[in-house]
C-alpha cells in the first residue's frame, strides 16, 4: 500500500510518499480501507519533532473509511461497514482510564505518533475506537470531528461549562477547530466573538454564527475593540490556541472572573505574564489536551444529527501530503484540510 512515512523529523520535505506493508490485524482488530484522512496541527509539530513519538512512522491522528477485515473476536462491526476512528487508543486500566479522563492514560496509543496512522491506504485499529457513520455524513466530515469537534465540545461544555447569554471569544476562528468551537458556542446559546488574523476567514466565521468579529493582525489593540463589543465589560471565556503576545493580548479581554482555556499554541509556545494581575482579577486558566472518546462520540452525535458543521478547506491527494502541511503551515485555510489516500 502506498503511506505516508515519517523517517527524520523536519521540514515537510521529510514526508516520504512509500510503498510499504499492509498491516495485519490479530483476533481483536479491524483494517480499515481508509477514504479521509484529517490534517491537524498537531501532525506539523510531530513532524517537526515537537510531539514524543517513534520512528519511522507513517503520520496521521485521524480519519474515516470502510471497514475489509474484522478480527475474529471483534462484535458489533462487520466488513462494509463505514467508521471514523478515534485518534488514540486508551488502555481503560490506568487510574485515568478508570476515572474516565482517557486522554490522561498513562499508557497512551496514538495514532500517528506512536503508532502508525491514517495517511496511508489502510491502517488497523481496536473496535473500542471506532463509530458507525451510517450514510449520512460524508468520509471527509466524518475524519474532521475528533479532534475539532471533540476539542471543541471539551473546552466549552465541559471545561469552560459556558452558559447561554456569556460571551465567548474564539482566538484563531478560521482554523479547524476555530470554526467547531463557534458552531459549538451558538449551539450553547453563547454570544461569539470571532478572532482572527484575515478579513476573509472572519467573514467565513460571520457566515457559521458568529456575532462580532476581530482583525488581531489589523488591530494591535483588539482587546479594547473587544471591550468596547462587551460594553466595558470584557469575555466570560477565552477559547486560545495561538500563544506569545497574542494570548497576553487576550487575557486582557477576560472579564473579572472570566475562564481562559489553553488548547495549543500555534504562534509561540513563550509568554511572559503580570500574575498580580491573574489573580487580582480572579482569572481562570485551564490547560488541555486531547479529548476523551466519550466527548467525541457526543461531538459526532451532533454533527451526525446535523446541529454542527465541518468545514471542509481543501482536499489533497496522499502523494502531495507535503502540500497539504505547506498550506497549512501559511495559516491558508479555514476549517479542515483533507487528504484522500
Known sequence: MKAIV?????????????????????????????????????????????????????????????????????????????????????????RHCIEGNDNLCTNLKRFGITINGFYAEYVKVPPQNLILMGDKISYE????????????????????????????????????????????????????IAAAGNDEKLDRAKELGADFLVNYYRNQNFDEEVKYLTNGNGVDVIFEQVGGSILLKSLKCLKRGGRIVVIGTTASNKVEMDMQDFYRNNFTMIGTSGTTHREIRAAFELVKDGKLKPIIDRTFPLKDAKLAHQYMEERRNFGKIILNP
Open 6 to 94: 515519517l523517517h527524520q523529523y523536519g521540514n515537510a520535505d521529510k514526508l516520504k510518499y512509500e510503498e510499504v506493508e499492509v498491516p495485519k490485524i490479530n483476533d481483536d482488530e479491524v483494517l480499515i480501507k481508509v477514504k479521509a484522512a484529517s490534517v491537524n496541527h498537531l501532525d506539523i509539530w510531530v513532524r517537526e519533532g515537537n510531539v514524543p513519538g517513534n520512528l519511522p512512522v507513517i503520520l496521521g491522528c485521524e480519519g474515516s473509511g470502510d471497514i475489509v477485515e474484522v478480527g475474529k473476536n471483534v462484535k458489533g462491526f462487520k466488513a462494509g461497514d463505514r467508521v471514523l476512528a478515534m485518534s488514540s487508543i486508551p488502555c481503560r486500566q490506568c
Open 141 to 192: 466530515e466524518a475524519a474532521s470531528v475528533p479532534i475539532t469537534f471533540g476539542t471543541a465540545y471539551r473546552v466549552l461544555i465541559n471545561l469552560a461549562k459556558i452558559k447561554p447569554h456569556e460571551n465567548v471569544l474564539v482566538m484563531a476562528a478560521g482554523s479547524g477547530v476555530g470554526t467547531a468551537a463557534v458552531q459549538v458556542a451558538k449551539l450553547a446559546g453563547a454570544k461569539v
